[in-house]
């Protein structure tokens, strides 16, 4: 049985840093494309940034460029997400998720990821 459990949210100032983890259990996430998702209050599940399982390659939306990093631990099997400069409007709850593979690139699609964790709050407030 696969499981994903993110860790790490809470409540940061703007310009602030926050590092989310996601500890996989039943699969082994080097196999798989990983991805970042987030919801905030009113809005649709968006994708974040992605990781691909065939060479490690990343891709992000245009407004976490520079700022949001993705990253594996394949001793730990978890996911990493460092967040820097943080701004309100990332405020939200984050997912993390694990699928497949469409391709030799991931996608920041939400409908190409098969499992998810149960989320975890961002808040970004001063």
């Known amino acids: 049985q696969v499981q994903l459990v993110e860790s790490g949210g809470g409540l940061v100032q703007p310009g602030g840093s926050l590092r989310l983890s996601c500890a996989a259990s039943?699969?082994?996430?080097?196999?798989?494309?990983l991805g970042w998702f987030r919801q905030a209050p009113g809005k649709e599940r968006e994708a974040v940034i992605c990781?691909?399982?065939?060479?490690?390659?990343?891709f992000d939306i245009d407004s976490v460029k520079g700022r949001f990093t993705i990253s594996r631990d394949d001793v730990k099997n978890t996911i990493d997400l460092q967040m820097k400069n943080l701004k309100p409007e990332d405020t939200a709850v984050y997912y993390c998720?694990?699928?497949?593979?469409?391709?030799?690139?991931?996608?920041?699609?939400?409908?190409?990821?098969?499992?998810w964790g149960q989320g975890t709050q961002v808040t970004v407030s001063s």
């Open positions: 039943g699969l082994e996430l080097k196999y798989y494309d």
């Open positions: 990781m691909s399982h065939s060479d490690d390659s990343t």
């Open positions: 998720a694990t699928g497949p593979g469409y391709g030799p690139w991931c996608r920041l699609v939400n409908a190409t990821y098969n499992h």
